[in-house]
């Protein structure tokens, strides 16, 4: 009895431990949240560091060697690079729409998808007039669509751009020619002009090769049809150009809703969702040998995270089936709340220069918005080690300069993530196709509301 | 057993009146005041304090909200109800609801059990007897994420561990994270493997105030360990039961962490939120479509929803070695 007191008492002090461990544990983290603006003392001699924010998969942004350079050749200006997540609609965004509210917590420079744009120009009392800064005479490094997209509904420019989403098609040239198929970039071009052609290559594909699929998922060549279907609708995807919403009058996303339903019925998917990791494991066990690729797509592939070192030289790249498309392209943007604003407009502006975007390219494959940068020899003539030696500046830079501008509204986000959801649900099999339509519909006008 | 009990008494009620009868001594009865009224609540004062500022004040604040059509990036218009009534309407808040009970069932009922038994195991004399002890709070200090990674590495729909062992017996590989049931008991493996050492600890620390000499007199009328264990240890651990029952269903109830991290920190819990619970569709809500007050108005409907399930498994509880 007397031993079992003085036992008892350690037990209860591990389980109050153990309590108060319970109630911290659901504590989240918040990661990031640090500015480390150096707390607002402009003067101090110390340098001034500008925290950069991005997201994205694999070598996302591209920024690393440009930073690198800048923060070697600054002494003053320190560039704090902080890729948050690879995933905009369902992290970052949210994320930084919090801390843009409450008025603290989001970098000195921050990245934009095209997902967002729509939102962050609603609201200008986010941002840093970037005029005032001395940005306005770089109008002329973008196309006009490029450009407007930065400026806020009351006429401020606030972001510019990074790079724009030429398209292509990524494929696995070694599990291409073991299905019988020709490997070289050209022929393989030949093979699909139409997405009809495409879904016939990819039958021949799986006749022969039974634990490889053609494709990754629904959702990647989901979006590129979007893309390219946008275009040929007025450039409006979800909502049209009053912030209605669209999504079941617009003949672009019931197309591109029947491809992927198409694609998955056929068998010729792996059933993954991009930038998951499983999608990311698909990648180095040879899940699926094609793969949509805008250009900062490569980047992805060819990142750790993804394929990874071990698959250089086996992925190549080929033209797209149905002509090019506008897949995403980003911006910069310098928050109100940055304490440095001055400082953080500069370093947006080398960001954006040629210099930086071409460095960018060469890293990542991001293919420049700039279009002194577009026209650089260093991008236009550039080969992608990676893949195969493929020309990739002739192959983006190509269509960079005919892309289309695609309208996208105020909340296309939320309901681009709800959308998603849906078409990678029609494959993984927890909708029936024939309810796919109807439920994104549904859940797109709820996302919506 | 009353003889414990009514020992310690006698000798210390007569202190305190002996203390109160000496002389208040005038201009220190300002101090003796302080010292026998306020102290305690000086003393009990920062848990209350804190309670106010990060329990009391928030949930009048969502209450507050849960009354507007709040959008995080733009208007506030007042709806009254109208967020409660599209509530019980919306079909994707029952589902979380159906979701986060089935989840808390699959999970608590088992992990109760076992936390019992291996209590009782624990409660014997055996070597290293601290460490093995306190070796089942271990999964509780891993961290949340980490568990994730590897229970999702577990679960794996094409590498997974689980898959592989199934095809042993000749099973189809499972998509856990595509169908409802198999997404359920994934995550309840989770809960489970993390709290189970948890809730196992404190049932130890509730049966070690259990007295030996009731086992002794069982033990010489010739009842077995097994009818010793369902005769007194179970009806004598019944105030810790309600307390970890209690913990458990709030617990169970406000699921976040583990499903959200099963789906690569998706708050959506699955491509049709197969395992989206309650707290996640309010996450959702109010954080992804930035609709704050039908967010507030959710977390309400969570609160009374575990002011029921709490009730419910009290009265439960309470009958258990329902010999009084």
Redesign the interface.
């Known amino acids: 009895m007397i031993s079992n007191s003085r036992r008892g008492r350690l037990l209860a002090v591990a389980a109050v431990a153990a309590l108060a461990l319970g109630a911290t544990a659901c504590q989240s983290d918040d990661k990031g949240t640090d500015t480390a603006s150096g707390g607002g003392a402009t003067q101090a001699a110390g340098p001034v560091t500008i925290t950069l924010q991005t997201f994205g998969g694999g070598k996302n942004f591209g920024y690393k060697e440009a930073v690198d350079k800048w923060n070697a050749e600054h002494k003053d200006i320190q560039i704090k690079y902080d890729n948050l997540t690879d995933q905009f609609e369902q992290v970052y965004w949210p994320q930084m729409i919090q801390w843009l509210q409450s008025g603290a917590g989001a970098g000195d420079v921050v990245g934009i998808d095209e997902g967002g744009m729509g939102l962050a120009k609603a609201h200008p009392e986010w941002w840093a007039d970037l005029g005032e800064f001395g940005l306005q005479n770089r109008k002329n490094d973008f196309a006009a669509w490029k450009w407007e997209n930065g400026v806020t509904a009351d006429g401020k420019l606030f972001g510019l751009g990074t790079d724009v989403g030429g398209m292509s098609l990524c494929y696995r040239r070694d599990l291409f020619e073991k299905a019988g198929l020709p490997g070289d970039r050209e022929e393989v071009s030949k093979l699909w002009p139409t997405w009809d052609d495409f879904v016939a290559v990819g039958k021949k594909f799986q006749d022969k090769v039974k634990d490889t699929k053609f494709v990754d998922g629904t959702n990647t060549l989901y979006n590129v049809v979007l893309v390219q279907e946008a275009a040929k609708n007025g450039n409006v995807s979800y909502f049209d150009k009053d912030n209605n919403l669209i999504v079941d009058k617009n003949p672009a996303v019931k197309t591109a809703y029947d491809f992927a339903q198409k694609i998955s019925q056929e068998g010729l998917t792996a059933k993954l969702r991009n930038f998951t990791p499983e999608w990311n494991t698909g990648m180095k066990k040879s899940q699926f040998a094609t793969l949509g690729c805008p250009s900062w797509m490569l980047g992805a592939v060819s990142g750790d995270g993804g394929a990874g070192p071990d698959f250089k030289g086996k992925w190549d790249v080929a033209a797209v089936p149905g002509g090019g498309g506008n897949w995403g392209g980003s911006w910069l943007a310098v928050p109100k709340q940055s304490k440095h604003p001055k400082e953080a407009a500069q370093v947006l502006d080398y960001l954006t220069g040629k210099e930086a975007e071409v460095s960018v390219f060469n890293f990542a494959g991001n293919m420049p918005s700039n279009i002194q940068a577009q026209q650089d020899p260093a991008v236009q003539g550039a080969k992608n080690e990676y893949f195969n030696d493929a020309p990739v500046g002739e192959i983006f830079a190509k269509s960079a300069s005919a892309l289309q501008p695609v309208f996208l509204g105020v909340k296309h986000a939320q309901v681009k993530n709800a959308i998603e959801s849906v078409v990678s649900a029609i494959d993984d099999g927890s909708v029936p196709y024939a309810n796919g339509w109807k439920k994104l519909v549904d859940d797109a006008v709820k996302a919506a509301g | 057993m009353s003889l414990h009990v009514d020992a310690g008494q006698p000798t210390r009620a007569p202190m305190p009146p002996s203390r109160r009868r000496a002389k208040p001594r005038p201009g220190r009865s300002f101090l003796t005041w302080l010292d026998l009224k306020a102290a305690p609540y000086l003393l009990v004062s920062p848990y209350y304090i804190l309670f106010l500022i990060f329990g009391l004040f928030p949930l009048a604040f969502t209450l507050y909200y849960s009354f507007f059509d709040y959008d995080?990036?733009g208007t506030v218009e007042w709806t009254g109800l109208g967020n409660f009534t599209a509530l019980l309407d919306d079909a994707?808040f029952w589902r979380a609801v159906v979701n986060t009970l089935a989840m808390f069932l699959i999970a608590t009922v088992p992990q109760i059990l076992l936390a019992l038994l291996l209590a009782n195991a624990l409660n014997k004399r055996m070597k290293f007897?601290?460490f093995v002890?306190?070796g089942v709070?271990l999964p509780?200090?891993t961290s949340?994420v980490a568990v994730a990674v590897v229970f999702?590495q577990l679960y794996?729909?094409?590498?997974g561990v689980v898959n592989w062992v199934l095809g042993w017996f000749g099973a189809d590989p499972i998509?856990w994270?595509?169908?409802?049931l198999p997404s359920w008991l994934a995550i309840a493996t989770m809960v489970d493997w993390r709290w189970t050492g948890?809730n196992a600890?404190?049932f130890?620390?509730g049966m070690?105030?259990i007295?030996?000499d009731l086992y002794e007199a069982a033990s010489i009328d010739g009842a077995s360990r097994r009818r010793q264990f369902w005769q007194i240890t179970v009806p004598m651990l019944r105030p810790t039961m309600i307390f970890v029952v209690l913990?458990s269903t709030i617990?169970g109830l406000t699921l976040?962490?583990e499903p959200t991290t099963f789906y690569?920190?998706?708050v959506?819990g699955?491509?049709?939120s197969?395992f989206q619970t309650v707290s996640m569709f309010i996450f959702e809500q109010g954080?992804?479509?930035?609709d704050y007050g039908y967010a507030s108005a959710a977390a309400w409907l969570l609160f009374l929803l575990i002011l029921i399930g709490s009730a419910i498994n009290f009265l439960l509880i309470r009958r258990i070695g329902g010999n009084k």
């Open positions: 995080l990036t994707a007897q601290l002890r306190l709070l509780l200090v949340v999702t794996g729909r094409d590498w998509d994270k595509a169908e409802r948890y600890i404190i130890l620390a070690q105030t007295p030996k913990n617990g976040f962490a690569n920190g998706n959506h699955g491509t049709t197969q954080f992804r479509e930035f």
